[in-house]
């Protein structure tokens, strides 16, 4: 017992990104094993064979290491995580590459970036063209991209005040207050606590999710992938989308009723409040995710039953409540960016006749879920900081001379939040223009690099398949685009402000 005790000291005393390379490697034996099973055994040799290198690279690393203690940092952990995004997917494109064995490296590439950063973004549209372990290995690499930022969100990000804590209280010199227990102790001791503390809560809402798509009668890799996307926000699909499913509306609910832990982290977890109340009921990112979850499906219920007047339709009852649960599913799914089009969504066309514009789709993306979720977007307390700083700005013109409190509602954001908010919107849409050029200045119309450039600061993929007036064409892209698109989702997923944090001085000199 004490031996083992002291490997795998040894093995968390490793560089974080030899560790993340580490547990890549064994997550390709998953997919080895079912593509055995399945008799499959060109798939489950390439993933085999990538596991038995990896391992061997950490090994080898590890062993030249030697007994060097390494000091690990705040920002070193930053940089590992950079490089899980960027540096990585070389790596985990390896059996993506071997087996299909008719795709360009740098396809296989993109996929597994748009995968890790949980964009889901589909190079590979037609589902049949890959075997079962593919399919399962793009959504377990969404799977444990999305359960990577859930950890460093409360590891990493936080303790630096980034990825949306700059706007709350904790983010306040003086009032970000610690947890007794990640008082005093290292940022590797940190990731490791929140770590043991988030796994078993993700695998443990994946695996219940799996279970209840079985019971609707979905198939074990279209229920897995499904289960894994939604957890992930990924919107990756093993069959193609929803469309093409068993469960029916029965699992779309399911899906549905999970994707509300993207629009907060008090969900499931408290440690983002400082101050004020805990519950739920008061947390104003989920109060504003509902009011757009159940506003805008109402708008657009609305605008296609006055259009189904003019054809006489408006009395299908039925083609009313599906167009109606079309409209609300693909909302949500959108709002915490994972990108799922209900099978009833046409059926909010078809209804009156008229098209729902992609825009709507793109904003609800930009929006995004909530902070320290593995959604992705502006996110929604940022939006609710901007709310609050225009509703005191109409107050100031009304009366010059009043006097603002904190209020109840807005314990959880510093008191110069909104200007926080404000400089990150900026940025965005400052990214969102030079993506967009960049992509036209390579070829791409003005639609599809605006559509492609969202789609990646989002990291709502799907969005390539359903905003626009036909689906991009991924593959058809040209490789300097797919790398403009690899960089725009790694700065979506990290956010602009993580990045410039990386290249301040004073960062690294504290």
């Known amino acids: 017992m004490a031996k083992r005790v002291r490997q795998a000291r040894g ?21 080895a094993l079912q593509a055995l099973i399945l008799d499959d055994h060109a798939t489950s040799r390439s993933f085999f064979y990538s596991g038995v290198i990896g391992l061997f690279l950490v090994a080898l690393t590890g062993l030249s290491l030697g007994n060097r203690v390494p000091r690990y940092s705040m920002p070193g952990q930053l940089l590992s995580l950079l490089a899980a995004f960027t540096v990585l997917p070389l790596f985990l494109a390896l059996p993506v590459f071997d087996a299909l064995g008719n795709t360009r490296f740098i396809n296989a590439y993109f996929d597994m ?85 988030l796994t078993p809560v993700y695998a443990g809402l994946t695996m219940m999710l799996w279970a209840l798509l079985l019971m609707t009668g979905e198939t074990s890799l279209a229920a897995m992938s499904h289960a894994m996307s939604v957890m992930s926000t990924s919107g990756i699909s093993a069959i193609g989308g929803l469309e093409n499913s068993n469960s029916g509306i029965a699992g779309e609910m399911i899906l549905f009723l999970f994707m509300f832990f993207a629009l907060s982290r008090l969900t499931f977890s408290n440690d983002t409040i400082t101050t004020g109340s805990g519950r739920l009921d008061k947390d104003p990112e989920f109060r504003i995710g509902l009011l757009i979850l159940f506003g805008v499906p109402a708008l657009l219920f609305v605008r296609h039953w006055l259009a189904a007047l003019e054809v006489d339709a408006s009395d299908d009852i039925w083609q009313a409540l599906r167009s109606y649960w079309g409209a609300l ?80 509602g807005n314990k959880r954001l510093q008191k110069n939040g909104a200007f926080v908010a404000w400089i990150f919107f900026m940025l965005f849409a400052l990214s969102l223009a030079l993506i967009s050029i960049a992509l036209a200045a390579v070829g791409s119309s003005f639609e599809q690099s605006l559509i492609l450039a969202i789609a990646s600061l989002s990291t709502t993929g799907p969005l390539t398949e359903i905003a626009g007036n036909s689906a991009v064409d991924l593959g058809a892209l040209a490789p300097v685009a797919k790398m403009i698109l690899c960089l725009a989702m790694v700065l979506g997923r990290l956010e602009t402000l993580a990045i410039i944090a990386l290249l301040s001085p004073n960062l690294w000199r504290s």
Do not use: C
């Open 113 to 197: 970036v748009s995968s890790i950063t949980t964009t889901g973004a589909d190079i590979y549209p037609d589902p049949d063209r890959l075997p079962a372990g593919l399919h399962l290995w793009r959504a377990m690499v969404a799977w444990l991209g999305g359960l990577l930022m859930w950890i460093s969100a409360s590891a990493v990000l936080a303790p630096l005040s980034l990825g949306g804590f700059e706007i709350t209280a904790r983010g306040e010199p003086g009032r970000g207050e610690t947890p007794i227990h990640l008082t005093e102790v290292d940022p590797k001791a940190r990731l490791i606590i929140v770590s043991k503390t």
């Open 329 to 408: 599913f693909t909302v949500m799914s959108f709002l915490s960016t994972t990108g799922f089009e209900s099978a009833q969504w046409e059926a909010t066309q078809a209804w009156s006749g008229l098209q729902t514009p992609g825009m709507i789709l793109l904003g609800l993306a930009v929006i995004g879920g909530g902070v320290a979720t593995t959604a992705g977007g502006v996110k929604l307390l940022r939006v609710y900081a901007l709310y609050l700083n225009g509703l005191r700005d109409m107050e100031r013109l009304i009366h010059p001379s009043s006097v603002s409190g904190a209020g109840a």
């Open 11 to 31: 093995l968390l005393r490793l560089p974080l990104f030899l560790l993340l390379l580490g547990i890549a490697s064994l997550a390709m034996w998953v997919p």
